[in-house]
């Protein structure tokens, strides 16, 4: 639809009266915008960004379309941002697989913190740390004694390694002193299943994913791994309750390419904010069991910093090596 000459004279007089970048960030979007998720459809990260981009979609007035690029442990959508025009018309579902990568894999063709401008963070989810019922543990002191008395013999899946739930194992052994080997699957769907078959004894896992069959006692949560109890379990205890200083969390959020205009992260962290302030945006991350992660970009990268050190120490001490 075409404006009236004299509306759209006002409006082209309106912005040149702002300075160059503000007045690009109150026309953005002009079109579509893809967020790429480096991971296959169906993931937790991909249902993520497909709850955020609708969010920003129905703000912003233009599609903000989810575009899945798994691969190379998160690597090949990621890099297909960086690699991107810094126009702010192609953003990142950032987790905590990227902060886990920077020290996996030691010759990536980019350096995450720089080339990755952060925009907001959008929420955390706690893990579990359960146990096959066959495990004589109903609490995480008893497992640990019981892995104590039992060195090498007890089994502990991921989802793969270097998983999120891989290094939040590895950081759990290496501070509750334990010898426990190392299974690792290709997701984590299959490493429940053998969880609850008993061909593994242990596992920290997202909540998500073990929630029901927990509920259903297939499986024994002994403590979640955040430094709050879940609402979604409310009667476990935390892993640092036991174990001081312990915690382990996936997180999400938005990244850009670096070198997109400030103005435009400004206003897309400040839409995701917006949020949490929504009933029903709030209650559909609650559903997912996460915990907004409500602040500036430079807050969000300040966490993605702090947690790229974090497990680099822990990737180091474990030597973990990528697949």
């Known amino acids: 639809m075409q404006l009236p000459r004299r509306q759209f004279l006002h409006l082209a007089a309106g912005a040149a009266a702002l300075p160059a970048g503000i007045a690009w960030a109150q026309t953005y979007p002009l079109r579509p915008v893809r967020v790429i998720v480096a991971t296959a459809a169906g993931a937790t990260t991909d249902i993520t960004a497909r709850l955020l981009a609708r969010w920003l979609s129905e703000r912003l007035g233009q599609q903000f379309v989810v575009e899945n690029r798994p691969g190379g442990g998160n690597n090949i959508g990621t890099e297909a941002v960086v690699r991107a025009p810094a126009d702010g018309y192609t953003l990142l579902l950032v987790n905590s697989v990227n902060a886990i990568n920077a020290t996996l894999f030691e010759k990536l063709s980019y350096n995450f913190i720089n080339d990755i401008a952060p925009v907001a963070g959008f929420f955390r989810v706690p893990m579990v740390l359960q146990v096959n019922p066959s495990v004589p543990a109903r609490t995480a002191p008893e497992f640990i004694a019981y892995a104590k008395a039992n060195p090498?013999?007890?089994?502990?899946?991921?989802?793969?390694?270097?998983?999120?739930?891989?290094?939040?194992?590895?950081?759990?052994?290496?501070?509750?002193?334990?010898?426990?080997?190392?299974?690792?699957?290709?997701?984590?769907?299959?490493?429940?299943?053998?969880?609850?078959?008993?061909?593994?004894?242990?596992?920290?896992?997202?909540?998500?994913?073990?929630?029901?069959?927990?509920?259903?006692?297939?499986?024994?949560?002994?403590?979640?791994?955040?430094?709050?109890?879940?609402?979604?379990?409310?009667?476990?205890?935390?892993?640092?309750?036991?174990?001081?200083?312990?915690?382990?969390?996936?997180?999400?959020?938005?990244?850009?390419?670096?070198?997109?205009?400030?103005?435009?992260?400004?206003?897309?962290?400040?839409?995701?904010?917006?949020?949490?302030?929504?009933?029903?945006?709030?209650?559909?991350?609650?559903?997912?069991?996460?915990?907004?992660?409500?602040?500036?970009?430079?807050?969000?990268?300040?966490?993605?910093?702090?947690?790229?050190?974090?497990?680099?120490?822990?990737?180091?001490?474990?030597?973990?090596?990528?697949?």
């Open 152 to 323: 090498g013999k007890i089994n502990m899946a991921s989802a793969g390694i270097g998983s999120t739930p891989h290094v939040a194992g590895e950081l759990f052994k290496m501070m509750a002193g334990l010898d426990i080997l190392h299974v690792p699957y290709r997701g984590g769907a299959p490493a429940i299943t053998d969880l609850i078959g008993g061909q593994v004894q242990v596992m920290i896992e997202p909540i998500t994913g073990p929630l029901e069959h927990i509920r259903a006692g297939k499986l024994r949560g002994l403590a979640v791994t955040t430094t709050t109890r879940s609402d979604a379990l409310p009667d476990l205890p935390t892993l640092e309750t036991f174990v001081p200083g312990y915690e382990a969390s996936p997180w999400y959020g938005l990244g850009a390419p670096r070198s997109t205009p400030t103005e435009i992260v400004d206003r897309l962290n400040r839409e995701i904010n917006a949020a949490f302030a929504d009933p029903r945006m709030t209650r559909q991350i609650a559903e997912l069991g996460g915990t907004p992660l409500a602040g500036s970009a430079a807050d969000f990268g300040k966490l993605i910093a702090d947690e790229t050190e974090k497990w680099g120490k822990v990737i180091r001490a474990a030597n973990v090596k990528p697949e």
